[in-house]
């Protein structure tokens, strides 16, 4: 069935994540005059719940901080259990149990659980990301790391050494691989990759090195997508930005060469066109403008393989990696919001010939075509590869033009929508839809919109990993410096290769 397994580490990569499970659950469909274009069995796994009953869940697993999960229940309608008594052992004497007051469902939630139109979301009412969650998962998908509290000012969660020494404490006692991942893994019959989601600029980024070094020993030949989140080093204290830098570095270092694919990711894009409005300080709004992007680039790996229609995860990250040695991509995104065709420089559409037929109409009247670039490309955007330029400080070189190794393109266009009226179902239906865990679909956004993203490998990596070389150079010890500076360096050297001038700029 060629399944995709989700591995999610942290606060930011869990709200990314839960956007990209919401999306997967409105390509349902329960009408026998609809047919979905997604195989749903490539994210979802089969299932029975506690009574016997059929279940559907995401094939994922979900790692975060204590109190980060919000009101979530590692235990839920599907799985509910009478829970364990107070366990056994040689102390007799009386016991005193100390329990946590639960943090209390978002009213989004509760509308969902009682079977009615849900609230509408906002920005400060979405407090944690299981506010906004719309699917059940199974109870080996949860996993809370006890050891640090989210946002703990006495034990910050921020440095990279903190995460791999969290990592390979853990390891030691439990084996994460055999407890958490193999499962998913072996319920597999042919398994098309893993996709991680991560920060990379904090403490997550030393645990998700050393959870790739376990997968590889494992699963040398499996094709892994990193998505790596970066918050950013605008707006905060120098120290931070050091901290942070330092972090995204030693991630770089540790983590890419062991990826098929690995895209950095702003959050959010230092600029946005004037058509986005967001709240910068709201991760549900940041999320899902990533997510938005991330979902289109790669809807192709999980379509039916009917007519051809499907690219799967390798072959994707393939037409990026064409010499073999360059697998850092960025991920671009335009949108029209009335669902034109995206104009091209020449001022052609940019929808091919071939995404009007039967390349990818969806149950909503969606079309996907997936392909590499052309001359006559598309101008996107939105970037959201980061750039570390405002604290680079004075004396850095003018950028030099940029030379592409390799692109692929996803573009998404709309006809005219199909619908379902939320007010076909009532609220028994939606309750009873809402206990099975299946999808209640809502018609929450009218508009027509036409998406095209892009994923790039060219020579703006290189700048990159220069720029941030030179400046943790300044923020981490001499013992580790000239390592880290050289892993950089060899890195960058990838994206020079035949472009080039091979002048030393930035090189001191």
């Known amino acids: 069935m060629h399944e995709i397994i989700t591995l999610q580490l942290g606060q930011r990569a869990n709200y990314l994540a839960t956007h990209f499970w919401n999306t997967q659950e409105s390509y ?105 969650n719309r699917v059940y998962y199974h109870p080996r998908s949860i996993i809370q790391l006890n050891e640090y509290e989210l946002n703990s000012s006495l034990m910050p969660f921020e440095r990279w050494t903190v995460g791999e020494e969290l990592f390979n404490d853990l390891d030691k006692e439990h084996d994460i691989l055999d407890r958490d991942l193999r499962p998913f893994v072996e319920e597999a019959d042919q398994m098309q990759g893993i996709q991680l989601m991560s920060s990379l600029d904090d403490a997550w980024g030393g645990f998700t090195a050393r959870y790739m070094d376990r997968i590889r020993d494992e699963y040398g030949k499996t094709t892994v997508w990193i998505w790596g989140l970066e918050d950013g080093t605008k707006n905060i204290p120098r120290e931070k930005q050091f901290l942070r830098l330092s972090n995204t570095a030693r991630s770089t270092v540790e983590i890419s060469p062991q990826a098929s694919l690995y895209l950095p990711i702003t959050v959010p894009p230092i600029t946005l066109p004037p058509y ?20 289109s680039m790669t809807l192709a790996s999980r379509l039916k393989t009917r007519n051809g229609l499907r690219n799967s995860l390798d072959e994707i990250a393939g037409s990026l990696n064409v010499n073999g040695n360059q697998n850092i991509a960025k991920l671009q995104m335009s949108i029209d919001l009335q669902g034109e065709p995206l104009q091209s420089k020449g001022g052609h559409p940019a929808i091919a010939d071939e995404s009007k037929d039967p390349r990818a109409p969806s149950q909503d009247g969606r079309s996907i075509v997936v392909k590499p670039a052309t001359e006559d490309d598309v101008s996107l955007d939105m970037d959201f590869f980061p750039s570390d330029e405002p604290i680079a400080g004075p004396g850095r070189h003018p950028m030099k033009s940029t030379h592409v190794f390799g692109q692929t393109k996803a573009l998404r ?30 018609n929450s956004s009218p508009d027509k919109v036409a998406v095209q ?56």
């Open 28 to 132: 349902f469909t329960y009408s026998s005059d609809e047919e979905s274009y997604v195989d749903h069995d490539i994210h979802f796994r089969p299932g029975l719940g506690v009574d016997g009953s059929e279940t559907y869940t995401p094939r994922t697993v979900i790692y975060d901080l204590k109190g980060g999960f919000g009101s979530l229940r590692k235990l839920n309608a599907l799985y509910e259990l009478q829970e364990e008594g107070t366990p056994e052992g040689p102390w007799n004497g009386p016991t005193v149990v100390q329990r946590q007051a639960p943090i209390p469902q978002s009213a989004y939630q509760q509308s969902l659980e009682d079977g009615v139109a849900p609230a509408r979301l906002a920005a400060d009412s979405v407090r944690y990301w299981s506010d906004f």
């Open 276 to 295: 986005v409005t967001i709240d910068r300080r709201s991760p549900w709004h940041t999320s899902a403008l990533i997510s938005t992007a991330s979902e």
């Open 413 to 442: 266009g709309t006809n005219e929508p199909a619908v379902e009226d939320e007010d076909d179902f009532d609220g028994r239906e939606r309750a009873k839809r809402r206990a099975a865990g299946l999808p209640i679909i809502h």
């Open 453 to 508: 993203t892009s994923l790039t490998s060219d020579s703006a990596v290189a700048s990159r990993l220069k720029n941030i070389r030179n400046i943790v150079n300044r923020a981490i010890g001499i013992e580790e410096r000239e390592a880290l500076g050289n892993s950089l360096g060899e890195i960058a050297e990838a994206y020079e290769e035949g472009w080039d001038s091979g002048s030393d700029d930035d090189d001191d």
